[in-house]
């Protein structure tokens, strides 16, 4: 009888890290979509009317490249967590 309320309790626990897990993840992807809609300043049209977005500097470029690292490392770090049980 101990085993099979261990063993109920063992999935339970599971299943609720996962979720939390799953959530935290979804919260943390969320966070980072919210600087996609920036505008682009009046000034930059080209001969047809069509925005020119300006340069990224060196800063930018660093930040972005440093948000694509973190995606990868938290897809990565999704897929583990979900192999294991």
């Known amino acids: 009888m101990n085993q099979i309320i261990n063993m109920v309790i ?3 626990t599971n299943q609720l ?3 939390g897990v799953n959530a935290g993840f979804d919260k943390a992807s969320q ?3 919210g600087r ?17 977005p ?3 500097t060196q800063e930018e470029r ?3 490249r440093h948000a694509r690292q973190q ?3 938290a897809k990565q770090a999704m897929k583990v967590m979900r192999r294991v049980k």
């Open 62 to 64: 660093r930040r972005a």
């Open 31 to 33: 966070l980072g979509q």
């Open 54 to 56: 300006p340069k990224p």
């Open 17 to 19: 890290i996962r979720r």
């Open 10 to 12: 063992r999935q339970v």
């Open 71 to 73: 995606a990868r490392q």
């Open 36 to 52: 996609k809609g920036q505008s682009l300043p009046a000034d930059t049209v080209d001969d047809y009317g069509n925005p020119i």
